[in-house]
């Protein structure tokens, strides 16, 4: 739930992910998610499906973090923009992956 004071009503967002762990150092996903706001009528805003790939590049806690995806936006008429979001993961702790 977010509520910012220029758009009015609420915007919800609901996302479904799934994740495969290759190995002990890499993994794979994928990731469905929707976004629509409340105001004036209760309307899909959009969705958005990306591959998450992760690979650990040093230690046992350092991951690199590589995201391609699409995006469908009611303002672009739900016509796909394309993303890529790249970073970098940190895990504390002693749990598994």
């Not at 967002?13 to 794979?28: A, C, F, K, P, Q």
């Not at 046992?60 to 739900?78: A, K, Q, T, V, Y």
Request: proline letters at 5%; aromatic letters at 14%; glycine letters at 10%.
């Amino acid at each position: 739930l977010l509520i910012e004071e220029s758009v009015p009503g609420e915007q919800l967002g609901n996302t479904v992910n799934l994740h495969y762990t290759i190995d002990e150092n890499r993994s794979i996903g994928f990731t469905f998610g929707t976004e629509w706001l409340t105001e004036p009528i209760t309307a899909v805003q959009g969705y958005s499906l990306r591959l998450p790939y992760r690979r650990r590049i040093w230690r046992d806690w350092f991951f690199l973090h590589i995201e391609p995806g699409f995006e469908f936006s009611n303002e672009m008429d739900f016509h796909p923009q394309s993303l890529l979001t790249i970073g970098a993961l940190l895990r504390f702790g002693t749990g598994k992956n």
